[in-house]
């Protein structure tokens, strides 16, 4: 609205964009992780006690951080330094993910065998 934006600006916010789209799929990530993890049994139920998984969660995220906020990389592939509040967006849908797999495991363990849910979404 009356605003004009020079080649550089522009190409500043689509490389922010990029990486803003690369930090959604490394948070959703981090729920599909949490779900694969288990085919019927509540991640609660489960733990965390498979240490190999917790360092690829802890990888993944400081390979992202370091990826987005590390000098240079505007260059090489084409990421820019987000703001933290950048981060938050992906944040409900990794949540409405990882909730709707926690009320399919609990059908699954609650209804007798052989139902709908087990046979549509049982992996």
């Excluded at 489960?46 to 969660?57: C, E, P, R």
Aim: hydrophobic share 40%.
């Amino acid at each position: 609205y009356g605003q004009e934006w020079t080649y550089t600006q522009r190409k500043r916010l689509e490389y922010t964009c990029h990486t803003a789209f690369f930090v959604s799929i490394v948070i959703v990530q981090w729920t599909d992780l949490l779900i694969c993890k288990t085919r019927k049994n509540s991640i609660f139920q489960q733990g965390m006690w498979n240490h190999h998984l917790t360092f690829g969660l802890f990888f993944e995220t400081t390979l992202a951080i370091f990826l987005s906020y590390c000098p240079g990389l505007e260059q090489g592939l084409r990421m820019m330094p987000l703001r933290w509040t950048w981060w938050l967006p992906a944040l409900p849908f990794s949540a409405s993910i990882f909730i709707f797999d926690e009320v399919r495991k609990k059908l699954l363990r609650t209804l007798p065998p052989g139902n709908w849910v087990e046979r549509e979404t049982y992996y």
